[in-house]
Nanobody
Framework: QVQLVESGGGLVQPGGSLRLSCVVS????????MGWYRQAPGKQRELVAS???????IYANSVKGRFTISRDNAKNTVYLQMNSLKPEDTAVYYC?????????WGQGTQVTVSS
């Protein structure tokens, strides 16, 4: 069982920035397609960004140009740099492996954008 541990969330003012981290246990991290998801209160979980093993990225339209996903295979870690944050970015953020290797969800990290 792969463990996913997210961190880096917090309270930030509109226009601010946060960097989320997700450490993934196990030996196969470098081959996983990784994704960052978020779930706002009363809404379904949505995929906001993904990155392949070779570093190809895809973003949801709502975050394109503001969020950047990256990975460090030596550290088994995937990151989400979030800039120009908006109140509508408020959610619990989760990482996971995309596709058939998806794991049970971790605890997530809360991001709150508010003045």
């Amino acid at each position: 069982q792969v463990q996913l541990v997210e961190s880096g969330g917090g309270l930030v003012q509109p226009g601010g920035s946060l960097r989320l981290s997700c450490v993934v246990s196990g030996r196969d991290f470098s081959i996983y397609v990784m994704g960052w998801y978020r779930q706002a209160p009363g809404k379904q979980r949505e995929l906001v960004a993904s990155i392949t093993s070779r570093g190809t990225t895809i973003y949801a339209n709502s975050v394109k140009g503001r969020f950047t996903i990256s990975r460090d295979n030596a550290k088994n870690t995937v990151y989400l740099q979030m800039n120009s944050l908006k109140p509508e970015d408020t959610a619990v953020y989760y990482c996971n492996i995309l596709g058939a290797r998806a794991q049970d969800w971790g605890q997530g990290t809360q991001v709150t954008v508010s003045s």
